[in-house]
C-alpha cells in the first residue's frame, strides 16, 4: 500500500470510509449515531486522515472550543473520535497524524489542545505528546430514598436547543469551564435527547440526563448538573421526582479543594498562556462520550 508522509484535510468525498473507519474503532455506536455526527457536525476542515491508496486509514476530528481565563478567551482545540484502522496500527500513522494536529492548532492560534482518553490506560500514550491531567469533575453517586429527603427545586422539562444557553448562564462563575461552540452544545444535548434523556431546567439550575439500563436495574446519568451554589441537593432531588430510578449519577463542576473528583480530560499546552494552567484544574463538561 501507497501511504501518505503526512496527514492532509479529509474530503467530503471520504465520508463513507470516514464512517467505516468509525464504526471498526468504535463498535459501541450505531450507525445512526455516526450519521448524525456527520450530518449534523462534520466539517471537512475540521477532520485530520492519514491515507494510504487514497483511502483514509488514520483519522482524528479536532473540533473548537474555548477557555474564558480572566480576561481572556484562550482558543482550544478538542481531539476527538481518533481512530486507525485495525490492520494499520501500530505503524506510527496516529502518531504522525496527532503531532500534525498539534502543529496545527499552533499554526492556527490555539492555546492548547484537549481529550477525554477512551480509557485510564491511554494517558500514558497521550503524556509522550505533552498531555497533561488537568479536567477534573466531581462525581455523586445516589440512591432514590437519599435524594427525594431534600426539598426538589422547581424545574421544568426544555426543549435540547435551550441547552447551549443555559450553560453559558451558569457556567458564568465556574473558573477554567469550557465554552462549546453552539453547534456542538446543542449536538450533545440532541444526542442524549435521542437515547432517551431529557433536559431540566428552573431558576437554579438545568440537569442534561441520560437513562441507562443493565442488569442492576435502571440508572439515571445526569452527564452535567450546573446550578446556584447550595443549590445542588435541590437540584438533584428535582431529577429524581422527575425519573423514577434504582441509582442516580450525577457530574459536576469539581471545587479547587474536593477529594471527591476523578480525572476527565488532558490538557496539551501550545502556548506560553496555557502553561499556566495548571496551577489549578478545569471543568470540560460532556465531551460527545
Not at 86 to 97: I, M, N, Q, V, Y
Not at 148 to 168: H, I, K, M, S
Request: glycine share 8%; aromatic share 10%; with cysteine.
Amino acid at each position: 500500500m501507497e501511504a501518505s508522509r503526512q496527514p492532509v484535510i479529509s474530503r467530503r468525498s471520504q465520508v463513507l470510509q470516514l464512517k467505516a473507519l468509525w464504526l471498526t474503532a468504535f463498535p459501541g455506536d450505531t450507525p445512526e449515531d455516526v450519521s448524525r455526527f456527520f450530518d449534523r457536525v462534520y466539517r471537512p476542515e475540521e477532520c485530520l486522515v492519514m491515507e494510504e491508496d487514497g483511502l483514509p486509514v488514520s483519522m482524528a476530528f479536532l473540533l473548537p472550543a474555548h477557555l474564558p481565563v480572566q480576561e481572556e478567551n484562550l482558543s482550544l482545540q478538542y481531539v476527538y473520535a481518533a481512530a486507525t484502522r485495525p490492520d494499520r496500527r501500530g505503524k506510527g500513522l496516529f502518531s504522525a497524524l496527532l503531532r500534525a494536529a498539534l502543529e496545527r492548532g499552533r499554526k492556527q492560534g490555539a492555546a492548547a489542545s484537549f481529550l477525554r482518553p477512551a480509557d485510564a490506560g491511554l494517558q500514558e500514550y497521550y503524556g509522550r505528546f505533552g498531555y497533561r491531567p488537568f479536567f477534573r469533575v466531581r462525581v455523586v453517586d445516589c440512591g432514590r430514598t437519599t435524594l427525594l429527603r431534600a426539598e426538589p427545586a422547581g424545574v421544568t422539562p426544555c426543549r435540547v436547543t435551550d441547552y447551549a444557553a443555559l450553560r453559558g448562564a451558569f457556567l458564568q462563575d465556574i473558573r477554567r469551564a469550557v465554552r462549546w461552540p453552539d453547534r456542538l452544545a446543542v449536538y450533545e444535548a440532541e444526542s442524549v435527547e435521542k437515547s432517551g434523556g431529557f433536559l431540566l431546567a428552573g431558576r437554579d439550575g438545568f440537569a442534561l440526563c441520560e437513562p441507562r439500563s443493565d442488569g442492576d436495574g435502571t440508572r439515571l446519568l445526569t452527564r452535567e448538573l450546573l446550578c446556584r451554589p447550595g443549590r445542588e441537593k435541590a437540584m438533584m432531588a428535582a431529577v429524581a421526582a422527575h425519573y423514577p430510578a434504582d441509582a442516580y449519577r450525577f457530574r459536576l463542576p469539581a471545587g479547587e479543594a474536593e477529594p471527591d473528583t476523578e480525572g476527565f480530560g488532558l490538557l496539551c499546552p501550545l502556548s506560553r498562556r496555557a502553561e499556566g494552567l495548571f496551577a489549578g484544574h478545569g471543568y470540560m463538561g460532556p465531551a460527545f462520550d
